[in-house]
């Protein structure tokens, strides 16, 4: 570095290197998952990496997508991962504000239950969970899959988003009901805008993830109709070999709703932040 640079001038270098180099360590498996998936055949288990591949290639794209069902999976995966985060977001909204704004008896507890259960391993609870919807017939079920990665989304996204709702000034609520809006208009025009960012971050959270579980769907799926994406993933690995090609290109594909949903929501991440502060 320069001499002649200021120490502020310094620091500010300094810390974009090592953002950049940061960056850099997040973004290159994504990078090397879908250079692998345009590569050929032939080349992935190259002894020599090839970082950038050419001449590029979509016949592990065309393998994957040939296997059956596949259309069925997909549909399943946004079935049950939509349905997750938008009865998740619905449920954890009400708790959350009741769980911030009212006092009640065992307030406490719950929000110590709520810490608890994000600390158990999944694995832990694939047993009592199986058990659970065999007693009610809701194994090789839509639903009962749905209620499943509720189990999981819902205490983080009540935790979550209980922040958020503390973090709103009451006197912005308590203004509205002087200036004559009933409760149910105080939390529509008031209180949601100003909680859409802690929203849409809890959504992603929720879908992210609902959509990249496994265990569960594996365990609870018994019916190949019935199967999600992560399983499919799965049937490129057989007994006799395993198709890395097209495994890597299905991968990718995995990820493509994913980051749809982000681009989707990531406007309203940014723009919410400063939405509904001010009345007009």
């Not at 950049?20 to 998952?33: N, T």
Request: charged letters at 10%.
């Amino acid at each position: 570095m320069s001499a002649s640079m200021t120490p502020a001038r310094r620091r500010r270098t300094v810390n974009n290197i090592i953002a950049l180099l940061v960056s850099a360590v997040m973004v290159f498996p994504v990078y090397w998952m879908v250079t692998t998936a345009l590569k050929r055949p032939g080349r992935i288990l190259s002894a020599v990496p090839q970082f950038f591949p050419w001449p590029l290639s979509l016949d592990n794209f065309a393998r994957a997508l040939d296997k059956p069902h596949f259309w069925v999976f997909v549909r399943n995966s946004l079935t049950v991962t939509l349905s997750s985060v938008v009865l998740s977001l619905i449920i954890s909204l009400f708790a959350a504000v009741a769980i911030a704004r009212f006092r009640f008896a065992g307030r406490k507890a719950l929000l110590a239950i709520l810490v608890l259960v994000q600390m158990i391993p999944a694995a832990a609870m694939v047993i009592p969970v199986y058990l659970m919807l065999r007693s009610i017939n809701g194994l090789d079920f839509i639903p009962g899959l749905v209620l499943t990665y509720m189990t999981f989304v819902l205490p983080f996204t009540i935790w979550t988003l209980r922040g958020f709702v503390e973090g709103v000034p009451v006197e912005l609520e308590e203004a509205a009901l002087v200036d004559g809006c009933g409760r149910f208009q105080m939390y529509t025009r008031v209180l949601l805008p100003l909680l859409m960012p802690g929203i849409v971050a809890t959504s992603i959270f929720a879908f992210v993830n609902a959509w990249d579980d496994y265990l569960f769907a594996y365990v609870i799926m018994k019916s190949q109709s019935n199967y999600t994406l992560p399983v499919w993933l799965v049937s490129f690995q057989t007994s006799e070999s395993v198709d890395y090609g097209a495994m890597i290109a299905a991968s990718t594909i995995f990820s493509i709703p994913v980051l749809i949903f982000f681009l989707l929501v990531q406007r309203r991440l940014v723009g919410g932040m400063t939405s509904g502060a001010v009345k007009e």
